[in-house]
């Protein structure tokens, strides 16, 4: 039904950029679970969450289990581009946060 395929596209493009932490988790389950459509929309929709999504150590740690995932739609081109590079900048806006950095850091 096409009502249904553009609430389910407003849901998804809404998701990242609402910023709040359960939205990334659930956008990161749906790239862990091959939800969206396609190589690009996983992008697109990964990459855009470390730019909304206040930094914390533990989005970075659920984050970093699709780096290391090794589920084939995870190998795409765009997918795995995506995955790294919005891996490495929330990494980078949890860690040079001076509130979150010595959680960072620890041992």
Request: glycine share 0%; aromatic share 8%.
């Amino acid at each position: 039904n096409e009502m249904d395929k553009s609430a389910r596209d407003v849901f998804v493009e809404m998701l990242p950029v609402s910023g709040t932490w359960p939205a990334a988790l659930v956008v990161q389950e749906m790239v862990m679970m091959n939800d969206l459509n396609s190589d690009m929309e996983t992008a697109r929709i990964m990459i855009s969450i470390p730019f909304h999504v206040e930094p914390v150590k533990a989005l970075v740690d659920e984050f970093y289990k699709l780096v290391k995932s090794d589920k084939p739609h995870l190998q795409n081109t765009f997918t795995k581009s995506a995955i790294d590079l919005s891996y490495a900048h929330l990494v980078r806006r949890t860690c040079h946060d001076l509130t979150t950095q010595q959680e960072c850091f620890k041992a």
